[in-house]
């Protein structure tokens, strides 16, 4: 379970980028956020990964309440983190980018050999695994950096803006991935964006405008829409 009670975030100049915040977002569900650019969403995701800190209200992550932690970097292990810019590392192979933070962990070649070909799989790349990254379109190059993010199987993973630099059927397609990985991983999954067509994916939607809440709607209540292959 994510909650946030009431969190604000107010910058020393002044500028609000959050005012109080209050959701809560069952482990294993698919949430969207959206809203136009400024309205709080990458600052919403700071605040759960600690990039950022908040100005008052309480976070929590699996019940505990992130502000009072010494030390973060084990919960932040259990968040697969993803960006509009995959930040793909150029001198290193497919294979490689996504053992890169298996390896960093200290993980046997025995271990790694099974995670990163079971993430590359998933996403679709397995058969790229010894290829450069910039032989790679811009779409292949985001579902490398998911499955960098996967890798290590966190229970939650966080999106910024994941397709901004991709175009419209590329963007849909990543979408139905994230869908897919959610259905079958059970990540708890939160992913920024600003393209309305997320309604179609039939999963929960939280619109942030004027950095507030605006609207908060699950698939239930969601209309009904013409299926992501129509498009």
């Known amino acids: 379970m994510i909650e946030l009670y009431r969190v604000n975030k107010e910058y020393s100049n ?3 980028a959050l005012k109080d915040i209050s959701l809560h977002i069952p482990m294993g569900q698919m949430v969207f956020l959206i809203g136009e650019s400024g309205a709080g969403k990458s600052t919403l995701l700071k605040i ?3 990039a950022e800190e908040f100005s008052s209200g309480r976070v929590l992550i699996g019940r505990v ?3 009072r932690l010494v030390d973060y970097s084990p919960l932040r292990r259990k ?4 960006f509009q ?3 793909l590392l150029p001198q290193l192979n497919v294979f490689d980018n996504v053992a890169y933070i298996l390896r960093a962990q200290g993980a046997s070649e025995r271990e790694i050999q099974y995670r990163v070909e079971g ?5 679709g790349l397995l058969d790229r695994s010894k290829d450069m990254t910039q032989h790679l379109s811009g779409g292949e190059r985001q579902r490398v950096g998911i499955a960098r993010a996967i890798v290590t199987n966190p229970p939650i993973l966080l999106a910024d803006e994941p397709t901004g630099n991709l175009d419209p059927v590329n963007s849909l397609k990543i979408f139905q991935l994230f869908r897919e990985i ?3 991983l059970k990540m708890t999954m939160i992913i920024a964006t600003h393209d309305p067509r997320v309604h179609q994916l039939k999963k929960r939607i939280i619109q942030l405008g ?3 809440i605006i609207m908060d709607t699950e698939p239930s209540e969601l209309p009904m829409f013409r299926s992501l292959t129509a498009v």
Do not use: C, M, R, W
């Open 48 to 50: 759960l990964y600690k």
């Open 210 to 212: 004027n950095s507030q």
């Open 79 to 82: 968040i697969g983190l993803i």
């Open 65 to 67: 309440d992130i502000s």
């Open 14 to 16: 002044g500028q609000t």
């Open 182 to 184: 959610n259905e079958k």
């Open 119 to 123: 993430a590359l799989n998933v996403v």
């Open 85 to 87: 810019d995959s930040s």
